[in-house]
């Protein structure tokens, strides 16, 4: 198959605070011919992740920014349409780092091959993927749940605090989910069988209904978007509590820090333990926790919600979307048919 052009997003300069339409910049660009040991990859789903919010920043992270002027990078499925590597066949379906873009060019390091006959090739970029091996290492390594405690979840119905909340339900705990609207309350309540939910959006006193969702206090804490929200949690933790710290997302576009309190004094006094993580810490466990979570799904005892974004030429609105709370579950961006 020869394919002549190919659209791409790229980034163009570094936002300030939120984001905008105006630091990127979808053009079209002619494809390269493959050389020996490469594939071309049409895409099929791209994935859009709160974590791409600091790689648009130069400041020093875990993690390379991405370059201005070039294509932005994340998780995607896509189908090989054209091989010249031994090991790769047009055909498969494979999942990687991809472009945000139609086609990417590849030397097939870092693919996966994916059977969609087993699972949709979705789930691959959410529950049984980097999303799915976040809450479950996050949760099951540092959080360390144990029967009859309770676990607060904050960004609880996003792609990862969807999940971690099933497995503490599957742990024998009572599971606390903080979320920013009453349809992703409900859905957490009745769709995922958490305990009790908060909407902290319309909630006058966090502190209060944290006092009354969790009674007996806060074992564990799985923190994904920092800031208020977890600053009254952490006045509830109990001895020996545990908190992962997942993701601040709701400082990511802060221009300036916000002074908050300071736990220190609450970790003293209760001998917690906090830790921050990054998913790829646990690389060399990555296919252990593939196989649970998908033995999991399997059985019908973890649940998965996507919200699927037609079209490449919207992916700046599915990820600025993330930051909008419009997503429950996964957040994917459409670019092909298989």
């Not at 049409?42 to 992270?61: Q, T």
């Not at 599957?170 to 769709?191: H, M, P, S, T």
């Not at 830790?275 to 296919?287: E, L, N, T």
Request: glycine fraction near 12%; hydrophobic fraction near 40%; proline fraction near 4%.
């Amino acid at each position: 198959m020869t394919v002549k052009k190919n659209r791409q997003f790229r980034l163009v300069s570094r936002p300030v605070g939120m984001p905008s339409n105006e630091n990127f910049t979808l053009q079209e660009v002619d494809l390269p011919e493959l050389q020996d040991g490469q594939v071309l990859v049409r895409a099929l789903y791209i994935s859009v992740d709160p974590y791409m919010r600091g790689r648009m920043s130069d400041a020093k992270s875990y993690i390379e920014p991405f370059p201005l002027d070039e294509v932005l990078v994340g998780g995607g499925v896509g189908e090989i349409v054209e091989s010249k590597n031994e090991r790769w066949q047009a055909g498969d379906v494979v999942v990687g780092q991809l472009g945000w873009q139609d086609y990417t060019v590849s030397n097939g390091r870092g693919l996966l091959k994916l059977d969609p006959s087993l699972a949709p090739v979705t789930t691959a970029l959410g529950v049984t993927g980097m999303p799915g091996w976040t809450a479950y290492f996050g949760l099951l390594d540092i959080g360390q749940p144990k029967e009859g405690e309770t676990v607060v979840v904050s960004g609880a119905a996003g792609a990862v605090g969807t999940i971690v909340g099933q497995i503490a339900k599957l742990k024998g705990c009572r599971v606390v989910g903080i979320a920013g609207d009453d349809a992703k309350c409900q859905y957490l309540l009745n769709e995922l069988g958490f305990d009790a939910t908060i909407n902290y959006k319309t909630t006058d006193d966090l502190r209060a209904a944290l006092k009354r969702a969790c009674p007996d206090g806060v074992d564990v804490y799985f923190d994904n978007v920092g800031g208020e929200i977890t600053d009254a949690v952490m006045s509830r933790i109990n001895f020996q509590a545990r908190i992962a710290i997942c993701g601040q997302i709701s400082q990511y576009n802060l221009e300036e820090p916000e002074l908050g309190p300071r736990v220190f004094t609450q970790l003293l006094k209760n001998s917690a333990l906090a830790k921050g993580f990054i998913v790829s810490d646990y690389a060399p466990r990555h296919k252990e926790a593939m196989l649970q979570l998908g033995q999991w799904v399997a059985e019908g005892k973890i649940k998965y919600a996507e919200n699927i974004v037609d079209g490449l030429e919207n992916s700046v609105e599915a990820f600025l979307g993330l930051f909008r709370g419009e997503n429950i579950g996964k957040q994917l961006v459409k670019v092909s048919d298989l």
